[in-house]
Structure formats: C-alpha cells, structure tokens
C-alpha cells in the first residue's frame, strides 16, 4: 500500500513511520500542542509549503500519531465542493466529510462514529456494575445508565447549540436501551448533519434545531467535548488543501471562507474550543498572496503574517523547509529496502545510483512527491528486469 500510494503521487494513511526522515522541528512543534490539548485547551497550526514538499505526508503522520495518544481524529480535504461556509451547501459538506472519516486507534481507517457513541454507553454500563454492583437486567440498571446519560448531556446545554446535541445522544442511548434501532439510525442521521429539514428532525427526534452550513463548527466543538466523555483525549481534526478558499473565483466567496476561518482561529486562540487541535495545510501562495490568499483577509494577515517568529514553536504558521539531500538519501534508502522485502529480491543500488538519481532529480527541481514517484517507478522495472543491469534502467530513464 505504501508503494502504491508513493507511485500514484499520494500520502498512504498507514505505514508512514516507515519511510519518515527529517521534520524533527516541524513536529516538535505540532506535538507540544498535545498536553495543551488534552488538558482542556486547544490549539491552531497551519502547514506552509508547496505543493509536493511533504504538507500532506506530515499531517497524516501527525493524524496517525494523534490516534496512538487515544485521540479520535478526523481529516478532509477542501475543494470547490468543501468549503468552511458557502451558501450551497458546501459547509455542510465539510461538516459530513470530517464526521464520516472520524478514526481511532481501533477504528484507524474512518467511520468511528458509531463505535465512540457504543464505548460511551459502555463505558457507563461499565461503571453501573463495577462501583455499584448492578448487573445489566436489574431492574435498578437502565435506570442507572439513564441517570448518568442525562448528566452528560445535560452538563452540554450550556454550550451553543448543546442542548439539542445532548437530547439526540440521549435518543441514540435510548434505543440502545430499548432495542430500537431506526431511533439510533435516526439519531446518527442528525449527528452526521443528514436531516435537511427541522421539520424532520422535530418529527423524529423532538429537537428544533439541524445542522447547517453556519452553524457546522459549533458541533465540531461539541463533539471534541464530547469524546472526551466518551473516554479518548480530544479531538483533532486536519484540513487539507486551504488552498481551495484561494482558488475561489469571487471575491465574495474567499472573503467569507476566510470570516469562517477567522472565526475558527479566535476559537481556538480565545479558550472557546476544548480539547480539540485544528491544523491546515496551505500552500505558501493560497496564504501570502496580498491579493487572493489568506493574507488578503486584513484581520487574518494581522494574526499570521511575518512576525519574526515564524519558525518558532509557538507561531501558529510552520513552514516547510526542503528536504536536505542527505535526508532524501536516507528516504530512498527506506523505500528500496521496503521495496526489495515486498517483492522479494535485493534492488542492489550502491551508493552512486542514489547520487545520480537524486542529482537528476535537483537539476530539475523536483519535488519529494515528483522524487518519490520517479523513485518507485525506477525500482519496479530493476525487479521486473533482473537481467538488465540496474545502471542501464537507470540511465536509460532519463529520471
């Protein structure tokens, strides 16, 4: 799978620990926001660099570390269709994305959701038996749980939009509790922002209120909460391609996306989100661009813009650096010795087949991703031509 992905031009979601080289400070960064984060806090991150410089590898590495320190974790990439906020939908359609890819550590790929409301439940029944000595079936059990269902979700009302959240967690236990199982479908239903109508949703679940394209990150904030009652450390959520709010053709539009953001970052800066990390990766042009990018947005460019201390640990914006050639060394060492385990044969490459390759690959100006593809490419016709010298594949490449 790891190959594959690199000879298709893309981050695999597993395995990367296999072949990560360099961004020592980049991550020592991202990572001492965890403690912040699980005591509470949270934190914002933008990811700066070009297209193929390792933005993506880096946060999906970070994704699967987060879901190592029993973090759920959730990522999207925005697009023309997934927005912060439009009028069409396009909101909401980021909201459902990051719901439907919501992982952990047991659930590493997506669609955890389901599974986190169960351990929650669980997780409750557990402690009715453990500390009270009640047994699922006693007639004093359900009404214990609901004891305890009612008190989280009734400490939720205070926060926005957080009485109706609670009301529909407490449906979906209760058909758990009764064996109903089109209640909890229609309960995950609304949870996944698919109810289009209040109507509907009052009708089905008693509550006035369904999940928009305004009000989406309201109920990212409350799920963070909320899986920390269910037992994990916070919530972390990765959106990729900011670049997307750039490439939007209306002024219009850009500004509104970046009010979103805006008020996403004064969330996350001003206490008013809890246990919950946010990180984007941006191309360097989608953020300093003065005339379309991130920074064209006055109050954004304020908060991110040069500061002097960019490159330190406590500025929301890291910027990739390069590679060094000594670390692509290495990252083509990996990749050979994973190639030649998968398929069984020795690649072979000395030390000047390395230099060669990644000369050609300067001279041009290639990117890691350019690199890695060209890399993998290279190594699957030295196994698929054994009696061909690898130097001749090499050179006859022209790589």
């Not at 939720?156 to 509790?177: C, I, P, Q, T, W």
């Not at 042009?285 to 304020?302: H, I, K, N, T």
Request: glycine share 8%; proline share 2%.
């Amino acid at each position: 799978m790891v190959l594959n992905s690199l000879k298709d031009g893309v981050v695999p979601r597993v395995g990367l620990e296999y072949i990560a080289v360099g961004r020592k400070n980049e991550i020592q960064a991202l990572l001492q926001d965890v403690s912040i984060i699980e005591q509470g806090g949270s934190a914002l991150r933008f990811i700066e660099g070009n297209y193929g410089s390792g933005k993506t590898f880096l946060l999906h590495t970070l994704r699967n570390h987060m879901m190592e320190k029993n973090f759920v974790v959730t990522d999207v990439e925005l697009s023309a269709d997934r927005r912060l906020v439009s009028n069409k939908g396009q909101g909401l359609a980021t909201y459902r994305e990051l719901i439907c890819n919501m992982a952990t550590h047991a659930c590493p790929d997506h669609g955890a959701l389901q599974l986190i409301l169960d351990k929650w439940i669980g997780g409750l029944e557990n402690e009715v038996v453990q500390y009270e000595g009640l047994v699922p079936g006693h007639e004093v059990f359900d009404v214990r749980v609901s004891q305890k269902i009612y008190m989280i979700t009734s400490s939720m009302e205070e926060k926005v939009n957080g009485f109706d959240f609670g009301k529909v967690l407490a449906s979906y236990y209760k058909g758990h509790r009764t064996g109903d199982v089109e209640l909890q479908k229609k309960a995950l239903r609304w949870l996944c922002g698919e109810y289009g109508t209040r109507t509907d949703a009052k009708t089905d679940l008693g509550v006035n209120l369904i999940i928009t394209d305004e009000n989406w990150f309201d109920f990212i904030r409350l799920f963070a909460d909320f899986v920390v009652k269910a037992g994990y450390a916070g919530l972390y959520v990765c959106l990729d391609e900011l670049a997307a709010l750039y490439e939007l053709p209306s002024r219009a539009g850009r500004e509104a996306n970046y009010n979103k953001l805006l008020s996403i970052y004064n969330d996350a800066v001003q206490g008013r989100a809890s246990y919950m990390g946010i990180v984007f990766g941006v191309t360097k042009e989608a953020m300093e661009d003065p005339a379309r990018g991130v920074f064209s947005f006055g109050p954004l460019r304020s908060r991110l813009a040069e500061s002097g201390l960019l490159q330190e640990n406590i500025s929301p914006v890291i910027r990739l650096s390069v590679l060094e050639p000594g670390e692509m060394y290495v990252l083509l060492e990996k990749v050979s010795y994973i190639h030649g385990m998968l398929y069984g044969y020795t690649p072979g490459l000395e030390h000047d087949d390395y230099i060669y390759f990644l000369k050609q690959q300067y001279s041009k100006n290639a990117m890691v991703r350019e690199m890695l593809q060209r890399f993998v490419t290279f190594l699957n016709l030295v196994q698929q031509n054994q009696e061909v010298s690898k130097e001749k594949i090499l050179y006859a490449m022209k790589v």
